[in-house]
């Protein structure tokens, strides 16, 4: 999704560490979600939902801090993510998600997908999200932010 802001010169930074926790995935999901953002205030709401596309009950187990928000630039370039602000600390809680086949489930207890307080603010620009997990296999799980 692109969102428009002010533009200015923004510096691309390097890629984020993997996020705190893992995505263990025991079925075939497919993940999707939107993003709102407000420049004004720096905050963002993000809602990430898990699709079971398989015939079986799909379960995912993770901790609160499984993905990482990205901000690109139209090249592609990374220009923010949601790194945590240097007094916050993620705890380490386990989320189980059952998804039955054909449904859809939001995955909520996610911490740090939404808010205002992130180590650096978001640049102003028009900018596409992305959200990005890894799977204790070792798999990249990302997609688009709507």
Same mark, same amino acid.
């Given at each position: ?8 010169? $923004?510096?691309?930074?390097? =890629? ?12 075939? $999901?497919?993940?999707?979600?939107? !993003? ?33 928000? !990205?901000?690109?630039? #139209? ?5 923010? /993510?949601?790194?945590? #602000? ?9 989320? $189980? /998600? ?13 911490? /740090? !997908? =939404? ?15 992305? #959200? ?15």
């Amino acid at each position: 999704m692109s969102l428009l802001g002010c533009n200015e010169p $923004v510096s691309v930074i390097e =890629s984020p560490p993997p996020p705190r926790h893992d995505l263990n995935i025991d079925g075939k $999901v497919q993940f999707h979600g939107e !993003i709102s953002w407000s420049a004004r205030d720096n905050s963002i709401e993000t809602q990430i939902w898990a699709e079971n596309v398989g015939s079986s009950t799909a379960r995912i187990e993770t901790g609160v801090c499984s993905f990482h928000i !990205i901000a690109y630039n #139209a090249d592609y370039k990374l220009v923010w /993510y949601n790194r945590l #602000a240097e007094n916050v600390v993620c705890l380490d809680e386990l989320l $189980v /998600y059952m998804i039955s086949p054909g449904e859809t489930v939001q995955l909520t207890g996610q911490s /740090y !997908i =939404s808010g205002s307080f992130w180590y650096q603010d978001i640049p102003s620009g028009d900018w596409n999200f992305e #959200a990005q997990a890894f799977t204790t296999a070792g798999d990249t799980v990302a997609f688009e932010l709507n």
